[in-house]
């Protein structure tokens, strides 16, 4: 298609505006390191609407670039690692079928939250934060229903669109 | 794009919740052995250090409050103080845990030997 690249830009601004929208809420969960993952709607869209490979680029590119604007360094590695993890789990469900789409993105969240902690170990050489598993695998189930359940709702919306 | 849940959604969270409790039943039974220390300070001033690890009495402030460390865990047994609020609290095993006893200024405070459980926030 030959509109793929503006596109994909779309999907680049929009996973962009909502990683800005979500450092605007203030809702704290009262965990540290839990947040709802607005990002990730786009992603999980993305899963269904574009080739993978263009997904796992979309992944890449938002996090570089919401790492650099809103971020560090670090955030960047965390969210890299969680990103990349999150979407080759929720690949690998989404071609093995029997998921709906709110099951591979409550895979897709807890491997998110997985793939940060995994980081974090190796970062501060403890496997100590490991205690926080608990906590990151609740949580990371209950936000990525929540995404799962919207990503749903937007495609449906959007079935005309194809990419 | 249909909305309904499949068999194996539930098993998927099944499984994710399983794995969650049992990481936290293996972290409360490993979590706590690890043996760490007591520091006891009276009006500011380290008196000394303590492990968890080994069961003993310490006489701390030449005599005003008795600390006891029994099964890892730090408790303050007597005090001369009238209020008695540091005897009546729990005991303290976990990082950053305290005993304060105001009137004689001593403050028991755990250090546990393993890192401090938040070494990094995200966000």
């Known amino acids: 298609m030959k509109n793929r690249v503006a596109y994909f830009g779309v999907f680049t601004a929009l996973a ?16 540290p390191g839990v947040k709802l993952g607005l990002a990730n709607l786009i992603i999980v869209i993305a899963l269904y609407k574009m080739k993978l490979k263009e997904a796992y680029l979309l992944s890449v590119v938002r996090v570089l670039l919401s790492g650099l604007i ?30 709906s789409i709110m099951g591979i993105s409550i895979a897709g969240g807890v491997c998110h939250n997985i793939g940060q902690l995994a980081v974090a170990a190796f970062v501060v050489e403890t ?10 695998l609740i949580a990371g189930s209950a936000t990525g229903l929540l995404i799962g359940i919207l990503a749903g709702h937007m495609l449906n919306r959007l079935v005309n669109i194809q990419f | 794009m249909k909305m309904e849940w499949k068999k194996k959604d539930i098993l998927l969270i099944i499984v994710i919740f399983a794995v969650a409790f049992l990481a936290y039943y293996l972290h ?8 760490g220390s007591v520091t006891v300070k009276v009006n500011g001033v380290i008196e000394g250090s303590y492990s968890l690890g080994e069961d003993q009495e310490i006489e701390i402030n030449g005599g005003t409050n008795r600390l006891i460390i029994k099964n890892g865990k730090a408790d303050m047994e007597a005090a001369d103080c ?15 845990e305290s005993i304060i006893c105001l009137p004689n200024k001593v403050i028991v405070e755990v250090e546990s030997s393993e890192n401090g459980e938040f070494d990094a926030v995200t966000n």
């Open chain 1, 16 to 31: 962009l505006i909502f990683s800005y929208v979500e450092t605007l809420i203030p809702i704290s969960f009262g965990i």
């Open chain 1, 70 to 99: 809103f971020g560090n360094y670090f955030s960047i590695l965390y969210s890299l690692a969680g990103g990349l993890l999150s979407l080759t789990v929720m690949a690998f469900l989404k071609k093995r079928d029997g998921y």
């Open chain 1, 127 to 136: 496997f100590h934060v490991f205690y926080y598993v608990p906590v990151l």
């Open chain 2, 28 to 35: 409360e039974m490993i979590g706590t052995k690890g043996a």
């Open chain 2, 82 to 96: 009238p209020d008695k609020l540091c005897v009546n609290q729990k005991a303290v095993s976990k990082n950053g």
